[in-house]
């Protein structure tokens, strides 16, 4: 079974810092088949890259993604306010089909 | 821009079937894989399963054995029915669109409780 593992579990950073989210993957996979979602509380994900690297439409590019094999990284260069959510990190393919990592929250310190 | 909605009922009594259906609009759901993804509170996303229109279907193996799901593509609206629910089942259900290997669009989600 394929398992996602995102750490942290939270990360409290304050506006205007950086912010590097990591998604190690038990098994080595294809990075067109790596996302990554953003959930704010009481809302539905929103995709903000997928590819491993290419951010989703309207997505401001301050987010981005690179990684390859095992190892994946969100990147948010400088945090705004609305960018405090949890982030999961989503893989396609192998068993059991589609996984979700367990998110990482971002809090403001 | 698609939009899908989730409708169904809020509570289900446990050892029964949940049933939910989602509407598509704005797009048609015969070109791409209709998802089901649930939230159980507090907790991460885990992915049910897909179906397609063109009969392939797919879903997590860690349900596959009470999931069951169907497409209307004249309604333009896919299901899920998850039988013998416990209380493990509660949680917010989404429908989603799978475009590529990634979920472009989602539903605002429902939360189903099953109760006791």
């Known amino acids: 079974e394929r398992v996602l593992t995102q750490f942290p579990d939270t990360l409290s950073l304050s506006p205007g810092e950086r912010a590097t989210l990591s998604c190690k993957t038990s098994q080595s996979v294809i990075s067109n088949y790596i996302a990554w979602y953003q959930q704010i509380p009481g809302q539905a994900p929103r995709l903000l890259i997928f590819?491993?690297?290419t951010r989703a439409t309207g997505i401001p590019d301050r987010f981005s993604g690179s990684g390859s094999g095992t190892d994946f990284t969100l990147t948010i260069s400088r945090l705004e306010t609305e960018d405090f959510a949890v982030y999961y990190c989503q893989q396609y393919g192998g068993s059991p089909g589609i996984t979700f990592g367990q998110g990482t929250r971002l809090d403001i310190k | 821009q698609v939009q899908l909605q989730e409708s169904g009922p809020g509570l289900v009594k446990a050892s029964e079937t949940l049933s939910l259906t989602c509407t598509v609009s704005s797009a048609s759901i015969s070109s791409y894989y209709c998802n089901w993804i649930r939230q159980p509170p507090g907790k991460p996303l885990e992915w049910i399963g897909f179906?397609?229109?063109?009969?392939?279907?797919n879903s997590n193996p860690s349900l596959k054995s009470r999931v069951t799901m169907s497409i209307d593509t004249s309604k333009n609206q896919f299901s899920l029915h998850l039988s013998s629910v416990t209380a493990a089942d509660t949680a917010v259900y989404y429908c989603a669109r799978l475009l590529g290997y990634s979920f472009d669009s989602w539903g605002q989600g429902t939360l189903v409780t099953v109760s006791s």
């Open positions: 590819g491993a690297s």
């Open positions: 179906i397609h229109s063109n009969g392939n279907t």
